[in-house]
């Protein structure tokens, strides 16, 4: 039997430590903080199409790719824990003003031609999914084929299923790969994959969170996943089975500490998108750190006979999993898998040494 080490221990790692286990793999996963880095801050939206933009062709025949795949991953890992995962069914993004809503239309027009339904909505439709967003909300586009999931479920759900296939766990931090004595060894280890093989173009990027929790009388929280802009601030909801989350901020820095004005947008932007949510508690703010890439699409490949990199997921780490899995995978087995293509690792100088 080969042995495969993997550094670090986020969905990612934790999904190729699962299936590579359940295949004949030898696992240890190394992780001093297992599934609390980006992976425990996730809004968990599946929404490639609803983040789809004219010339971005690559990210979103990525990101639907792994939609596709989320289906059969999620019902495999529920089979095996007895976990599900899914939060919502179908992405609502809504417009507030003109211009908004001039970008809806150009974003459904775009993502039919590339083959992908989605719906736009008037005022009445709008309200007819969702009753309890705002009256401001003139526009809104359906997608709803996009899901989400519970991240933290997710996290849970993983290691359960990595635990059951054998796999071996070491809460030690890596700081070299030649420390490792495994056959085989793959770096999913989020904006710290540079640190263990140079040259890897990936940086911390800050997000904001905020978790509330529903109180007894207050309106329920939006069905589905709610998306819009607020004074130019992208903003999302995302449903949770005591709640919302709402997400999320975007700084260049690479601290964790939730600062008081992002706490302020955040709050005051779900406000305007659905009024009610005042009377929410907030129950927890948070921050993370994104693996972000110069292009937003993750590096997947093999960087030496040893080493396979599964890193840079930057906003859609729950999103493109079951690819980067399987991608992964197959890399381990001598072959490239032809979905992951644009996130191939050496398509930026650095990715090869």
Request: charged share 20%; net charge negative.
């Amino acid at each position: 039997m080969r042995n495969l080490g993997i550094v670090g221990g986020g969905v990612v790692g934790l999904g190729i430590a699962w299936r590579a286990a359940e295949a004949g793999w030898s696992v240890t996963l190394y992780d001093p903080d297992l599934g609390r880095g980006a992976s425990w801050v996730a809004g968990g939206m599946l929404a490639p199409l609803s983040e789809g933009w004219p010339g971005e062709e690559q990210a979103l025949e990525f990101g639907a790719a792994s939609l596709a795949r989320w289906p059969e991953f999620a019902r495999r890992l529920e089979t095996v824990t007895g976990i599900s995962v899914f939060a919502a069914e179908g992405v609502l993004t809504v417009a507030l003003d003109t211009a908004d809503a001039a970008d809806l239309r150009t974003i459904a027009e775009w993502v039919g031609r590339q083959g992908f339904d989605m719906w736009l909505l008037d005022r009445a439709g709008v309200r007819e999914i969702e009753p309890a967003l705002s009256r401001g909300a003139r526009l809104g586009l359906f997608a709803p084929n996009e899901l989400a999931i519970d991240n933290r479920a997710l996290v849970g759900a993983l290691r359960a299923a990595a635990v059951a296939a054998g796999v071996t766990f070491v809460a030690e931090e890596v700081t070299s790969l030649s420390s490792l004595r495994s056959d085989q060894i793959v770096v999913a280890a989020g904006h710290g994959s540079p640190k263990l093989w140079a040259g890897l173009p990936v940086r911390p990027v800050k997000g904001e969170i905020l978790r509330l929790r529903a109180r007894p009388g207050v309106a329920p929280p939006p069905e589905k996943v709610v998306r819009a802009r607020v004074h130019g601030r992208p903003l999302y909801l995302v449903p949770r089975e005591d709640g919302i989350v709402i997400g999320a901020t975007q700084y260049e820095a690479a601290d964790t500490a939730v600062t008081v004005a992002g706490v302020r947008d955040l709050i005051a932007d779900a406000e305007a998108l659905v009024p009610g949510i005042g009377e929410y508690e907030l129950h927890e703010a948070i921050a993370g750190l994104r693996p972000m890439t110069p292009d937003n699409l993750p590096l997947i490949g093999r960087v030496s006979d040893r080493v396979v990199v599964a890193t840079g997921h930057g906003r859609n780490g729950m999103l493109t999993t079951p690819l980067t899995v399987d991608a992964v995978l197959a890399e381990l087995g001598g072959e490239h898998l032809a979905e992951a293509k644009h996130a191939r690792h050496d398509r930026f100088a650095g990715g090869k040494r």
